[in-house]
């Protein structure tokens, strides 16, 4: 009989971790490169691109990642809770509040002003302007937050893989040891 290596409770954690780390690297990587870029181009060019990247942004690739998140999160929770350390149980339940928190900060601050600033069809010089000015700032804010809420939720996950696989190798040698 041929089984896994993995428990059921180690791959629900390594899959929530995987999803998180996926967002945490997506939020990271535009707050680090497209948002220092955009930052450099002139008002036209910043509503036309930003519009353009909302448009393509939703597609099922990023929802299944940036949705499929929280619920990974939360069978990760169901199949260790009752196995799981208390300082597991805390991480696990860390990277959730976490994640939501995420998906608070785009729900009720970055899709708002992104729809916004889709309503702007007339891009010119001046509308651009007025339309980086109101954007541009608070976008910029609450990408932030929502990249440091996303990777801490990963971060608490990592941390629960580790420790969690640090408890299974204890429990898998002291238990080759009773087998001698």
């Given at each position: 009989?041929?089984?896994?290596?993995?428990?059921?409770?180690?791959?629900?954690?390594?899959a929530a971790s995987t999803l998180a780390g996926l967002s945490a690297g997506f939020f990271y990587t535009y707050e680090v490169s497209v948002t220092l870029a955009?930052?450099?181009?002139?008002?036209?060019?910043?509503?036309?691109?930003?519009?353009?990247?909302?448009?393509?942004?939703?597609?099922?690739?990023?929802?299944?990642?940036?949705?499929?998140?929280?619920?990974?999160?939360?069978?990760?929770?169901?199949?260790?809770?009752?196995?799981?350390?208390?300082?597991?149980?805390?991480?696990?339940?860390s990277a959730a509040a976490l994640y939501l928190t995420t998906l608070f900060i785009t729900g009720t601050g970055n899709v708002p002003l992104n729809d916004e600033?889709?309503?702007?069809?007339?891009?010119?010089?001046?509308?651009?302007?007025?339309?980086?000015?109101?954007?541009?700032?608070?976008?910029?804010?609450?990408?932030?937050?929502?990249?440091?809420?996303?990777?801490?939720?990963?971060?608490?996950?990592?941390?629960?893989?580790?420790?969690?696989?640090?408890?299974?190798?204890?429990?898998?040698?002291?238990?080759?040891?009773?087998?001698?």
């Amino acid at each position: 009989m041929t089984t896994t290596p993995f428990k059921p409770q180690q791959l629900t954690l390594l899959a929530a971790s995987t999803l998180a780390g996926l967002s945490a690297g997506f939020f990271y990587t535009y707050e680090v490169s497209v948002t220092l870029a955009l930052a450099e181009v002139d008002d036209v060019t910043y509503v036309k691109t930003f519009q353009a990247i909302n448009e393509t942004i939703r597609n099922p690739a990023f929802g299944t990642i940036f949705f499929g998140t929280i619920p990974a999160i939360a069978i990760a929770i169901a199949t260790n809770w009752t196995t799981a350390t208390k300082t597991v149980r805390v991480l696990l339940v860390s990277a959730a509040a976490l994640y939501l928190t995420t998906l608070f900060i785009t729900g009720t601050g970055n899709v708002p002003l992104n729809d916004e600033l889709a309503e702007v069809v007339d891009v010119s010089t001046a509308t651009a302007t007025t339309a980086r000015d109101v954007f541009e700032d608070d976008w910029n804010a609450l990408n932030l937050r929502r990249t440091i809420s996303c990777v801490a939720s990963f971060v608490c996950l990592v941390c629960a893989v580790l420790l969690r696989s640090a408890r299974a190798n204890t429990d898998n040698h002291y238990q080759m040891g009773q087998n001698r």
